[in-house]
């Protein structure tokens, strides 16, 4: 198993910047695909971005592409989400997730293990 903890939320304008944390322990964070999630309230919980074990490969939700980046330093154990360009529809609870697959389906139930989510307000 994998624990997760977000970090890196907060207030910001529209058009502005943050950097999303997600701090792995437990089993080797390096064999796992690595995602991240979002939920704003009264909605479902939607894929934004993921990332492979190897760095190999990335995927983004159509609404990010362009303004977000995910990566992750293995040695670290840590993954990132830079966001940039900020909205104010980008307001939401943010999850970082685990799979065990390393070409996981890019829904919430495509991932085994979760966060406790970290949460991004972008005001207009």
């Known amino acids: 198993q994998v624990q997760l903890v977000e970090s890196g939320g907060g207030l910001v304008q529209a058009g502005g910047s943050l950097r999303l944390s997600c701090a792995a322990s437990g089993r080797t964070f390096s064999s796992y695909t690595m995602g991240w999630f979002r939920q704003a309230p009264g909605k479902a919980r939607d894929f934004v971005a993921a990332?492979?074990?190897?760095?190999?490969?990335?995927w983004y939700a159509d609404s990010v592409k362009g303004r977000f980046i995910i990566s992750r330093d293995n040695a670290k154990n840590t993954g990132y989400l830079q966001m940039n360009s900020l909205k104010p529809e980008d307001t939401a609870d943010y999850y970082c997730?685990?799979?065990?697959?390393?070409?996981?389906?890019?829904?919430?139930?495509?991932?085994?293990?979760w966060g406790q989510g970290t949460q991004v307000t972008v005001s207009s």
């Open positions: 997730a685990a799979a065990n697959s390393p070409v996981p389906v890019l829904s919430r139930g495509g991932f085994d293990y």
């Open positions: 990332i492979s074990w190897r760095h190999d490969y990335t």
